[in-house]
C-alpha cells in the first residue's frame, strides 16, 4: 500500500533531456505533520525547532514496500554485466531490478541527479581514474571513458585539467585503443614523475586477443603545460603476463618508486590459484625493460583479483604526504587493492622492506581485503598521488551509478569521482589512514549557517532551516548525555536509521523532503557491547533515499574509533545525488549514491535526527552553502 498521495503515477513518461529543463514540480502530501511543520518554520524561520516526535507519529509511507527488505534473488533475472565478456571486472549494471517496474523519471529528476562540484564528463560513461599528476602549474585527471556511450567499452583516456582540483577544463582525449596491444581498451594505469622531468605512464591494454598487457606512454611534449599529446612506446607491450598469471587476471600498473639500489619497482595486482589475491612487483632502470621480481609483495588468501593496487608511504608523524619513493624510519606504507570479487576498496598500513620488496601488515587481522576499507559506500578504484607542489597525497575515486543501465543511457551520463581527498597516517589511532576533502573545496563556500547547542531528545527530528540544501559542506558535533541505562544491545549498522536503541542512531538527515518520504540518514550508533565498552558505529542509510524501486539502496557503515576526550563528529559534502561522509576527521568514509524523486531542488531540505531511546544528544554545526564549480571544455583559442 502506498498511502502517499504525492506518487508519481501521474508524472508525465520520459522524454529525452531538455537543455534547461525547469525543476519540478513536486506537489507534496498535506497531512498533519507536513501542516505544523510548515507553519511552525514559517513562523520561526532562523529557529531551530524541536519536535518531540514518537516513532509511531513519525511519516513513514514506504513501510509496506520498504526497500531493505531483500528482494527475492531467485527472481532476478541476471545479464552478464559489461566488462566480464572482455576479461575484466563488470563494469556495469544491465538490470538487477527486473522485477521491478521501471520508475518514471523526469527531466528534472535525471537533470537534478548531475553534481555541481564533483568532476564528471559532460556526456557518456566513465570508470576508474587514471595517471593523476602535477605538471607545470596544472593537475592532470586523466580517466576510463567511453566516447560512445553511458555503458562501459571502448575504453579511452578523457583527460581534464585544474588548477586547483575543483575547476576543470576537459581536454582532447589522451588515449585512443588504437594498437593491436590496447585495442580492446586503454585501461587503468598511473604516472610516475622521473628526477630529470620526464613523465613515465604505464598502463593496462586489452590486446587483439584479450590479454592484458602493460604498456608505456609518455608525454610528445613535456614543455607543453597541458600535455595534450601522448605517445605510445614503439615496442609495447613492455610487460606481458608471467607464467602461471592468467592472460585476463594482470592489470593496473602503479606508480612507480625508487629502490636503494636506484631502480624503480613497481607493483601489478593478480591473483593466484583463483582466490589468493597477489601483487607481483617487476624492477626496471628505464621503464622499457622489466624484470618480475621473485615472490610477491604480498598476497592475501581468500580475496580474489586484486584490481588497481596502490602502495604508497606515510609520514608516521608528519602533516605532510611523502613522495612515492620515501622509504626508512618513520615511514609506514599503504597498501591497497580493489577486489573484484566484492567491489570493495580495501587497504590496510604495514612496514615495507625496500631489500626484500615484501610488505607485511602491521596487524594480519586487518589484512589487506580482510580489515579496512577505503570508503565503506559506493566507491572503488581508488589512486592517489603526490603532489609535488603542495606536498601532500591526494586520493581520487570512482562512485559507481546504482541505477539501471537504462537509465544511465536516458540520463547520458554515468559516474563521478569523488572530490579529491588528502590522505595521512592517523597518528592518534596509528591503525588508519585520514582522509580529507582537498582545502580548495573551501573556495566554493557560499554563506554559512551556526546552530550551537540544539537538544535534540529521544526519537525527534529538528529541521535546520538552511533553505536549499543541495550543495553543502557541513560540520556536525554531537555529544550525548545518558538518561536511561543502558545494556548490551547488537552492533553494526545494517538495521538502517529506523532501528532503535539505547545509545543511538543520531545524526543528519540529508536530501530529505518536508514530510521525510525520502531521506537520507548519515549517523553514529554508539554500542554497548558485552564488556562494557562503548564501540561506535558510523552508517549512511539509503533504504528511504528514494521512491524509485529500480534503483540499488543500501546501508552502509563501519565501526570508527572515538575516543573519550573527543566527540561524535562529522563532515559531510552534499552536492545532488552524492553524498560524501566522513567520521572523526576522516578515520571512515561513506559515500552514498542517492536518486531522491522529490527530495530535490527547493524541496531538498536538511534535519537532524536522534532515534537512540536512551540518551539526549546535543548537536553543534556549521553549514556552508557551495557554489558550483566550473567544469567546461578548454578554450584553446583564448590560450
Ligand atoms: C509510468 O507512466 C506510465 C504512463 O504515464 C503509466 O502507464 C505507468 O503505470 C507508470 N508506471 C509507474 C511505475 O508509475
Ligand atoms: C564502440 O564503438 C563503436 C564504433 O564507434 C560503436 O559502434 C559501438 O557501439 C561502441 N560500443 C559501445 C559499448 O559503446
Ligand atoms: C594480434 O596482433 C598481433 C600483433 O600484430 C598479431 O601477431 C596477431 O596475429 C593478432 N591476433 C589476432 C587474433 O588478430
Ligand atoms: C611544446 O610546448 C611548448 C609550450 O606549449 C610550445 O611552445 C612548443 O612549440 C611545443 N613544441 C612542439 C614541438 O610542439
Ligand atoms: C614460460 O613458459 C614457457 C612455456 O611453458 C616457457 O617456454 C618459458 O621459458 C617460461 N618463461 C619463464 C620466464 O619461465
Ligand atoms: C589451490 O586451491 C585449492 C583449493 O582451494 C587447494 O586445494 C590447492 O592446494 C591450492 N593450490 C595452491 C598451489 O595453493
Ligand atoms: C633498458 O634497460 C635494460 C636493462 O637494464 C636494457 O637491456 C635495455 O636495452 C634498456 N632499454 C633501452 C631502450 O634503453
Ligand atoms: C600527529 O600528526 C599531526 C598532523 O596530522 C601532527 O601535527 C602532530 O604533530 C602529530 N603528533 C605526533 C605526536 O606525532
Ligand atoms: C615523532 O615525533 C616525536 C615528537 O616530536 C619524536 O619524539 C619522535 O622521535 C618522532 N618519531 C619519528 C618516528 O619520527
Ligand atoms: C556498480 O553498481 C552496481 C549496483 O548498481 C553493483 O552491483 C556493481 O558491483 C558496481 N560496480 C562497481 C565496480 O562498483
Ligand atoms: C526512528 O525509528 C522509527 C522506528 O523504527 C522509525 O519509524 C523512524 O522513521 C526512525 N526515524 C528516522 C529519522 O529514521
Ligand atoms: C554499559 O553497560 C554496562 C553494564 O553492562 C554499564 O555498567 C555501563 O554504564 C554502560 N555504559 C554506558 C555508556 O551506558
Known sequence: MDTNPSHTSSDP?????LDNPSPARIRRPFNGFAAILASLIFLLSLVALIINQSQESLPEQNQNRSPSTPRPTESFSKPEPRGVAQGVSPKSNPSFFSDKVSYNWTNAMFSWQRTAYHFQPEKNWMNDPDGPLFH??????????????????????GHAVSTDLIHWLYLPFAMVPDHWYDINGVWTGSATLLPDGQIMMLYTGSTNESVQVQNLAYPANLSDPLLIDWVKYPNNPVITPPNGTETDEFRDPTTAWMGPDGTWRITIGSRHNKSIGISLVYQTSNFTTYELLEGVLHAVPGTGMWECVDFYPVAINGSTGLDTSAYGAGIKHVLKASLDDTK???YAIGVYDPVTDKWTPDNPKEDVGIGLQVDYGRYYASKTFYDQNTQRRILWGWINETDTETDDLDKG???????????????KTGTNILQWPVEEIESLRLRSTDFTEIVVGPGSVVPLDIGQATQLDIFAEFE???????????YGCSGGAVDRSALGPFGLLVVADQTLSELTPIFFRPVNTTE?????????DETRSSKASDVYKQVYGSTVPVFTD??????????HSIVESFAQGGRRVITSRIYPTKAIYGDARLFLFNNATGVNVKATLKIWELNSAFIHPFLFDQN
Open 566 to 575: 573527543e566527540k561524535f563528529q562529522m563532515r559531510v559534502l552534499v552536492d
Open 13 to 17: 513518461p520520459y522524454t529525452p533531456l
Open 480 to 490: 550525548v548525555e545518558i538518561i536511561s541505562e543502558t545494556k548490551h544491545e547488537k
Open 532 to 540: 562494557g565498552i562503548v564501540e561506535t558505529y558510523f552508517c549512511a
Open 413 to 427: 551520463w554515468a559516474s563521478v569521482q569523488t572530490i579529491p581527498r588528502k590522505v595521512l597516517y592517523d597518528n
Open 136 to 157: 607545470k602549474g596544472w593537475y592532470h585527471l586523466f580517466y576510463q571513458y567511453n566516447p560512445d556511450s553511458a555503458v562501459w567499452g571502448n575504453i579511452t583516456w
Open 344 to 346: 570493495r576498496d580495501h
